[in-house]
């Protein structure tokens, strides 16, 4: 680390929602910036204006957003620098750094043909490259050229990648590419740069997908005479069978995690966990996470995602989670659905006896929609439960509840007493209690139930199957 303030980025291109690799490198990214006091910065390449869409901006936003993971600066989008990376290429064509190249496509694939057939690797061939002696051709009349950096064609290009180790690719590896497209528009490998250099980053963390741009993007750098910052290449992400992550297992949009009732911390902690590791340690806050992180302890080889352990951590922190929230999220859900959430008891009162027996949010939805909506038990299941013994006991029952107090320990005592009075065992009295009033052959303790659900709400559901 140098005395130089630390300054990350996450540069996601809109063509596309935010996934989960995606919000994995987010989240390295800003939490080295947190570890180390320094800044994280939001930038939005939308240079393919073909595939970038204003609701894939949004999509990025809303899932950032939704992780918590703030910006210090930003959004910054490429799109309106347009005329920075115009003037970088006007001092690199003055200095010699870069050159007009008039080769067409159609050179340009005979070229590369002709090196294919001679077993050659295939690239452009620098024949518009200006070397000293070197006579060039008139320009064609009437082309428009491309912008090409002139790179060194001796040496090696090298970093110590904070993941991966040290790295080498000779020079002579490397083709001049396009900087400017011969409609003027510059390339993503150029912008990068210049977004990087301009904004101080001094340490680009991202996917393992970009080594190969990585030696192309130092060059340039070198050659304005910018710092180069330090390179982390974060390794892919397999989905639970090994494979590369698909929409099957995981690689889906991180506000799809939203709609399927997980928290953001529990997927937090879990993409915390993807690649890197503490120790032993499996569940800690956000600000655990940003006190330990460094880059030292990220795993070079790939993580492998794990329904399974997500599905746990946010079932933990729905129970940690204050009733309150978890009733305001249900309350959301529910509404969705087209339930009014009101017209049952405290949502929070329900909350409470689901929270420790439910894995996502939309469960604990399921659950507190038998409190409040309309309920008519399926008809299988009151013909399996709801035999005439059990409507006998359950009348009786209902004299009882009609003027006990209402709490669970009287609760519970009226329920002894018409076992006791019909000659009956729990289950045979308390699951088609629960059919009757929950539509459920299973629920938490009936006691608790009937207390939450309120007598006004028992008997009127009572009545109307005895």
């Given at each position: 680390?140098?005395?130089?303030?630390?300054?990350?980025?996450?540069?996601?291109?809109?063509?596309?929602?935010?996934?989960?690799?995606?919000?994995?490198?987010?989240?390295?990214?800003?939490?080295?910036?947190?570890?180390?006091?320094?800044?994280?910065?939001?930038?939005?390449?939308?240079?393919?204006?073909?595939?970038?869409?204003?609701?894939?901006?949004?999509?990025?936003?809303?899932?950032?957003?939704?992780?918590?993971?703030?910006?210090?600066?930003?959004?910054?989008?490429?799109?309106?620098?347009?005329?920075?990376?115009?003037?970088?290429?006007?001092?690199?064509?003055?200095?010699?750094?870069?050159?007009?190249?008039?080769?067409?496509?159609?050179?340009?694939?005979?070229?590369?043909?002709?090196?294919?057939?001679?077993?050659?690797?295939?690239?452009?061939?620098?024949?518009?490259?200006?070397?000293?002696?070197?006579?060039?051709?008139?320009?064609?009349?009437?082309?428009?050229?491309?912008?090409?950096?002139?790179?060194?064609?001796?040496?090696?290009?090298?970093?110590?990648?904070?993941?991966?180790?040290?790295?080498?690719?000779?020079?002579?590896?490397?083709?001049?590419?396009?900087?400017?497209?011969?409609?003027?528009?510059?390339?993503?490998?150029?912008?990068?740069?210049?977004?990087?250099?301009?904004?101080?980053?001094?340490?680009?963390?991202?996917?393992?997908?970009?080594?190969?741009?990585?030696?192309?993007?130092?060059?340039?750098?070198?050659?304005?005479?910018?710092?180069v910052p330090l390179y982390a290449h974060l390794s892919m992400i397999l989905g639970d069978d090994g494979t590369k992550l698909s929409k099957r297992h995981g690689a889906v949009s991180v506000m799809q995690y939203d709609d399927e009732g997980y928290l953001p911390e529990a997927v937090i902690n879990y993409l915390a966990r993807l690649g890197w590791s503490h120790g032993d340690d499996e569940v800690f806050s956000r600000q655990q996470f940003v006190e330990w992180f460094d880059l030292d302890h990220i795993t070079p080889s790939a993580a492998q995602f794990n329904t399974e352990k997500l599905n746990w951590l946010n079932a933990h922190y729905i129970r940690q989670a204050e009733n309150g929230r978890l009733a305001a999220e249900v309350a959301n859900r529910l509404a969705r659905r087209g339930v009014n959430p009101e017209t049952g008891p405290s949502l929070e009162a329900v909350v409470a006896l689901y929270k420790d027996r439910v894995s996502n949010l939309n469960e604990l939805a399921d659950s507190a929609e038998l409190f409040v909506a309309d309920l008519h038990p399926a008809p299988e299941v009151l013909g399996q439960h709801l035999t005439d013994t059990?409507?006998?006991?359950?009348?009786?029952?209902?004299?009882?509840?009609?003027?006990?107090?209402?709490n669970k320990a009287a609760l519970s005592q009226a329920i002894k007493e018409t076992m006791a009075a019909h000659g009956l065992k729990m289950p045979q009295v308390a699951i088609p209690l629960r059919v009757v009033v929950l539509g459920v052959p299973q629920t938490p303790s009936i006691d608790a139930v009937l207390e939450v659900l309120g007598r006004e709400h028992v008997l009127a559901r009572l009545d109307r199957q005895l």
């Open positions: 680390m140098s005395a130089t303030p630390v300054r990350t980025r996450f540069a996601p291109s809109p063509t596309g929602y935010l996934h989960i690799g995606g919000a994995r490198t987010a989240l390295f990214a800003w939490a080295f910036a947190r570890r180390h006091g320094g800044s994280f910065v939001l930038r939005i390449e939308d240079t393919d204006v073909a595939r970038s869409t204003p609701e894939a901006v949004q999509a990025i936003l809303d899932g950032m957003s939704w992780l918590g993971l703030d910006a210090d600066e930003g959004p910054f989008y490429q799109m309106q620098r347009m005329d920075r990376y115009k003037e970088v290429i006007a001092q690199m064509l003055e200095a010699g750094t870069a050159y007009h190249c008039y080769t067409s496509p159609e050179e340009l694939d005979a070229i590369r043909e002709a090196q294919r057939a001679r077993g050659e690797k295939p690239r452009y061939d620098g024949r518009w490259r200006p070397e000293a002696g070197k006579e060039l051709p008139a320009p064609p009349a009437g082309v428009q050229p491309v912008v090409r950096f002139r790179g060194p064609t001796e040496g090696v290009v090298a970093w110590d990648d904070l993941v991966k180790g040290r790295i080498e690719i000779a020079n002579a590896e490397l083709d001049d590419f396009i900087i400017a497209r011969a409609d003027g528009t510059p390339t993503y490998n150029f912008c990068v740069v210049v977004d990087d250099w301009d904004m101080g980053i001094t340490h680009v963390i991202r996917g393992d997908d970009h080594v190969n741009n990585t030696p192309r993007q130092i060059n340039v750098l070198e050659a304005l005479g910018a710092d059990a409507k006998a006991a359950l009348a009786s029952l209902r004299t009882r509840l009609a003027a006990v107090e209402w």
